[in-house]
């Protein structure tokens, strides 16, 4: 087999997608439609939203980011990037997603957590009642927003436990605050029953890697393509459970790492778990195939984009029962929890 054909096998098989943004995941259509709604001049047609797909550096993207949150006025608003979101998964044949979904973003919007939550939660329901796969949630906190933000967010689910939620993590600027600063929240999650998660190694190099994994101890580093640069460190994740979930058109978009310098093979090569994911598939532009497609451009074979594919389902926080792995021989799509 080679890699045209892999990549043909992958878009049939089930396939599992870890790091995936509720807000990055609306569609350009519907980001047209919620600016016309809000009356803003952001993004008055398609082109618009396409012309904004290339950044200098992460800040310029946290900055399309904020513009594209601004744009949620209503729980209804957020129940629109779930079914987007949900299409895709079943348009790619997803069968299992973990969601960041950030209560500090709703929070900082002024909307009520709850009626944002429902409304989310309504459309997750749905997608996994008509037998579209499982879908889990990392509630997710911003690191420029601060630790006191991440321990509301915490405060929440205390309060309101979600069901949905099995893992806790923090995206937003890298390099804002050391990953110190968020000891007291990660050592909260235990008894929350919440896995940790951290976005690592994305704009930062080893010593952030390094910070998260002595400070956080996630169990799921997302990016942490800066890793690459120490040979120490990655003999360490090499050796450890904990797995990168690698976003290479993210990366490149962001300029954080250029498609033809990203470390995803070598690290993967270095026995590193690696898992292929879209990040915000509405804003770059991409799907989970386009992934698997990039770490194919890079040099992967077939044994290694296959190997790729299993990591998505073994790294999982609620692994899928024995029905739902990817099994080249079976074919079956149907996923039960
Ligand atoms: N990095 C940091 N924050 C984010 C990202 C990301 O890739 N996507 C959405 N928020
Ligand atoms: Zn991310």
Not at 211 to 235: C, F, S
Not at 266 to 294: H, I, K, N, Q, S
Request: proline fraction near 7%; include cysteine; aromatic fraction near 6%.
């Amino acid at each position: 087999m080679n890699a045209a054909e892999a990549l043909r096998a992958l878009r049939l098989r089930p396939k599992a997608e870890l790091h995936l943004h509720l807000e990055g995941s609306v569609r350009p259509a519907t980001l047209v439609r919620l600016a016309r709604a809000a009356g803003s001049p952001l993004f008055p047609d398609l082109a618009a939203v396409r012309a904004r797909r290339r950044f200098d550096g992460l800040p310029g993207f946290l900055s399309l980011y904020r513009d594209v949150c601004r744009l949620l006025r209503s729980p209804a608003d957020f129940a629109l990037l779930a079914r987007d979101l949900t299409a895709r998964l079943r348009r790619e044949r997803i069968t299992y997603a973990e969601v960041y979904v950030s209560p500090a973003i709703v929070d900082r919007l002024g909307l009520d957590w709850l009626a944002v939550r429902d409304a989310v939660e309504a459309v997750f329901a749905g997608h996994e009642r008509r037998g579209h796969g499982r879908i889990r949630v990392l509630l997710d906190a911003v690191r420029h927003f601060g630790p006191d933000a991440a321990h509301r967010v915490l405060d929440l689910h205390a309060r309101h436990p979600w069901p949905r939620a099995v893992g806790f993590g923090l995206g937003g600027d890298e390099l804002a605050l050391p990953a110190r600063d968020f000891a007291s929240v990660y050592r909260r999650l235990d008894r929350l029953g919440l896995a940790p998660v951290v976005h690592a190694g994305e704009v930062g190099g080893p010593d952030s890697v390094a910070d998260a994994l002595r400070w956080l101890k996630p169990r799921r580093i997302a990016h942490g393509v800066g890793a690459a640069g120490d040979p120490a460190l990655v003999r360490r994740l090499a050796r450890s459970d904990v797995a990168l979930d690698v976003c290479l058109t993210s990366n490149d978009a962001t300029g954080a790492f250029p498609l033809p310098r990203s470390p995803v093979l070598a690290l993967l090569r270095a026995g590193v778990t690696v898992t292929l994911a879209t990040d915000d598939p509405g804003l770059f532009g991409t799907t989970l195939l386009g992934e698997y497609r990039c770490l194919a451009r890079l040099g992967a074979t077939p044994l290694e984009l296959a190997a790729v594919a299993r990591s998505g389902f073994r790294a999982a926080f609620a692994p899928p029962g024995r029905h739902q792995p990817p099994r080249p021989a079976t074919g079956s799509a149907r996923t039960r929890s």
